[in-house]
């Protein structure tokens, strides 16, 4: 059973630093896409960054500049590094991947599927 295993958020004042963490373990094959997205109270989830297997990087537009995205391919871990934070950066962050299993029933077969992690918290607050 694939999962995705979120660390790293907390209490932070305006202007200071966080790292996030997301480890993914299990049957995997391969991981394509990953990415961070958050839900703030009363508001849908919306991405924050995504990063391709190739390393291609993908920002909102309220992080640019803030926040970086980064993967270590050989340990399955997706980074959030989070400078300069804003109260409005206030939110449950989820990590997400696009993840390719592998089974075997009496053949091998390979499965495709989004996984996300069960969400940290991180306040930005003085």
């Given at each position: 059973q694939v999962q995705l295993v979120e660390s790293g958020g907390g209490l932070v004042q305006p202007g200071g630093s966080l790292r996030l963490s997301c480890v993914a373990s299990g049957s995997i094959l391969s991981i394509s896409s990953m990415g961070w997205y958050?839900?703030?109270?009363?508001?849908?989830?919306?991405?924050?960054?995504?990063?391709?297997?190739?390393?291609?990087?993908?920002?909102?537009?309220?992080?640019?500049?803030?926040?970086?995205?980064?993967?270590?391919?050989?340990?399955?871990?997706?980074?959030?590094?989070?400078?300069?934070?804003?109260?409005?950066d206030t939110a449950v962050y989820y990590c997400h991947a696009e993840i390719t299993e592998r089974g075997y029933d009496g053949t091998w077969y390979f499965t495709e599927h989004d996984y996300w992690g069960q969400g940290t918290q991180v306040t930005v607050s003085s």
């Open positions: 958050r839900q703030a109270p009363g508001k849908q989830r919306e991405l924050v960054a995504t990063i391709s297997a190739g390393g291609s990087t993908n920002y909102a537009d309220s992080v640019k500049g803030r926040f970086t995205i980064s993967r270590d391919n050989g340990k399955n871990t997706e980074y959030l590094e989070m400078n300069s934070l804003k109260p409005e």
